[in-house]
């Protein structure tokens, strides 16, 4: 159980255009959500809190208007990188925390996204 | 959010323990103790939680000395499959607002 599916896992794509992340809780469900970025050789960094029906709330130095986070529903959330460059090219987490549970979050497996 | 402290790299050879320690002085009362591994070009998983004292599972052990500023993950007989980057993080997950802040990691090297 506890399971948290991203899609796609790799994408490649063009400078100025949109990506859009999927982040599925596949056996629960999950209020709320976390998307964090990963550069190579460091810590994952924290983005954005992804909450199910409102909006989401970004860390300092987030830009939201680039970062575009959706949670329509209590299993999936989605984060499109708007008019993505070459510097957001990096590998892209997320996490789901059940809902009314006070344990661990559960980590998707990753997006790799490089902007050609 | 608790800052922590943990050694950046450490090396090991196949079958031996390994015990990673982390320092976290400004943990509050409220604050549990989690640390996950990764793997490259994959998330988190979790491996292990605790409160206070000693946590075992099928994977590791997690030592808490009374003071609680600091705690020793100690993984058993490692494998070169146990190559990974460790984390260990702090925080009161019965708070709903509580969200992981990853530190820096410890990345094991286990060698043949």
């Known amino acids: 159980g506890a399971v948290v599916s991203q899609h796609p896992s790799r994408v490649i794509c063009k400078s100025g255009t949109s990506v859009k992340i999927e982040c599925r809780s596949l056996d629960f469900q999950a209020t709320t959500m976390f998307w964090y970025r990963q550069f190579p050789k460091q810590s994952l960094m924290l983005m954005a809190t992804s909450n199910e029906g409102s909006k989401a709330t970004y860390e300092q130095g987030v830009e939201k208007d680039k970062f575009l986070i959706n949670h329509a529903s209590l299993t999936l959330s989605t984060l499109t990188v708007t008019s993505a460059h070459p510097e957001d090219s990096s590998f892209y987490i997320c996490?789901?925390?059940?809902?009314?549970?006070?344990?661990?979050?559960?980590f998707g497996p990753g997006t790799r996204l490089t902007v050609l | 959010l608790a800052k922590t402290t943990q050694p950046i790299s450490m090396d090991s050879y196949e079958g031996q323990e390994v015990n990673i320690t982390c320092s976290h002085n400004n943990i509050a009362t409220n604050d549990y103790i989690t640390w996950y591994q990764q793997f490259p070009s994959q998330g988190p998983r979790f491996i292990i939680q605790?409160?206070?004292t000693k946590v075992t599972n099928e994977v590791a052990s997690l030592f808490i000395p009374a003071d609680r500023k600091s705690s020793t993950l100690s993984l058993p007989r490692v494998s070169l499959s146990d190559t990974a980057v460790y984390y260990c993080l702090v925080g009161d997950d019965g708070d709903s607002s509580y969200k992981l802040i990853f530190g820096s990691g410890t990345r094991l090297l286990v060698r043949p």
């Open positions: 605790g409160y206070k």
């Open positions: 996490s789901a925390r059940p809902t009314g549970a006070t344990d661990t979050q559960y």
